[in-house]
């Protein structure tokens, strides 16, 4: 007679950690595909939506400059603004320069805020455990893709922003605001460096998101607690006072990748940025999944 393989802490008198029976045959590793956990996401209105913001960002920018015009310095000093309608990339870099501080905060902490609160609000999570698909092996499913589809929301923006720009300005060098130009090739590999950055330097917000999305049976509460402490990270970064200790903030180096459109690439900033923001997330992403080790899943 086989025996049905249960989940630990999901079962009625069970305590988390207890030994689980299983059945002739049973593969842990064979459970939740990445494939079919991929399909799922995909077709959720969310993701959708936010497909749709991200391809909407560059027509919306394209439309402001049409009705406002090229946009200008006012303090005397040239910025990546007032380039932006010089050429493609430099649309594209813009796009980036504008949204990377919160709009591509929004994605990242949705799609990995979202993953695993959601099956608890649905009561699908203790369904899924006793399949039995087990605890870390689902964590890794729904952290995979969460992760493939921010980085696919980060690519796609400065994808359709370089298409639109290039459209509607032309393919040419990007114009660097302190001076000089980087050839259209060199710059779209420069952007290429910027995009990878950006998503290093996010995966804080992530593992954040994912690790509230372990505690909690509201999807809304980890995306929300996510971004809310991001917010504060800023704001934190924005006090002066604290001196070098904004070194220790991921915030303080959300901008590092400027050093990228520079006519000589420096590194120090990226790499100081990469360091802190992924020992944040190492450390949010090892509490997430020895905490929900532990959990006693009820819905």
């Known amino acids: 007679m086989s025996v049905t393989a249960t989940e630990p802490g999901t079962g009625p008198g069970t305590e988390p950690g207890t030994e689980r029976a299983t059945a002739p045959g049973y593969r842990p590793g064979r459970t939740l595909p990445l494939r079919v956990e991929a399909v799922r996401q995909l077709k959720r209105r969310r993701t959708l939506v936010m497909a749709g913001v991200m391809g909407l960002l560059p027509f919306v920018l394209v439309l402001a400059f049409t009705i406002a015009g090229s946009p200008e310095s006012r303090s005397g000093r040239v910025t990546l ?92 060098p990007l114009q660097i605001p302190t001076g000089g130009a980087l050839p259209a090739g060199t710059a779209a590999q420069r952007l290429v460096i910027v995009v990878a950055y950006i998503f290093v330097s996010q995966l804080v917000t992530a593992a954040l998101a994912f690790w509230l999305s372990t505690k909690t049976d509201a999807p809304l509460g980890a995306v929300g607690g996510a971004v809310g402490l991001t917010i504060v990270g800023n704001v934190l970064d924005a006090v002066t006072a604290l001196g070098g200790w904004r070194d220790f903030l991921p915030a303080h180096w959300q901008f590092a990748w400027a050093d990228a459109i520079q006519p000589r690439m420096e590194w120090g900033g990226m790499i100081q940025g990469s360091a802190v923001s992924v020992t944040y997330a190492l450390v949010l992403f090892a509490l997430a999944f020895r905490g929900f080790a532990r959990k006693d899943v009820v819905s």
């Open 81 to 172: 603004m007032d380039t932006a309608t010089a050429s493609g990339a430099n649309f594209a870099a813009t796009c980036l320069f504008v949204s990377a501080g919160f709009l591509l905060v929004i994605p990242v902490a949705l799609f990995c805020g979202d993953t695993v609160a959601s099956e608890a609000s649905w009561s699908s999570l203790r369904y899924l455990l006793a399949a039995p698909v087990p605890r870390a092996r689902l964590l890794w499913s729904k952290l995979a893709v969460a992760l493939g589809l921010s980085a696919a929301a980060m690519v796609l923006l400065p994808l359709i922003a370089l298409a639109v720009g290039t459209v509607t300005y032309g393919w040419g």
